[in-house]
């Protein structure tokens, strides 16, 4: 699935309300353009469902060691 801060709310209040068990995988750390993945992006979206065991984070496309570390310490 295609995430990205414009779409946060509408994950957690359409899909994720209708279907909270449903098991969705972020792709590229939930940026919206993963050939040039913003910081802040990335950690808006991870932040927001890190408390969500059913969302998942894809890495295709991050080359960036330091986006993917905070992939992992979020």
């Not at 209708?18 to 808006?44: C, F, M, Q, W």
């Given at each position: 699935?295609?995430?990205?801060?414009?779409?946060?709310?509408?994950?957690?209040?359409?899909?994720?309300?209708?279907v909270p068990d449903l098991i969705l995988i972020l792709a590229h750390?939930g940026a919206t353009n993963p050939s040039y993945p913003k910081k802040?992006?990335?950690?808006?979206?991870?932040?927001?469902?890190?408390?969500?065991?059913?969302?998942?984070?894809?890495?295709?496309?991050?080359?960036?060691?330091?986006?993917?570390?905070?992939?992992?310490?979020?």
């Amino acid at each position: 699935f295609h995430g990205g801060p414009d779409k946060i709310e509408r994950i957690k209040t359409d899909i994720l309300k209708d279907v909270p068990d449903l098991i969705l995988i972020l792709a590229h750390l939930g940026a919206t353009n993963p050939s040039y993945p913003k910081k802040e992006e990335i950690k808006n979206v991870l932040t927001s469902f890190k408390d969500y065991s059913n969302i998942f984070f894809d890495i295709s496309g991050i080359s960036d060691r330091g986006l993917l570390k905070l992939g992992l310490e979020i």
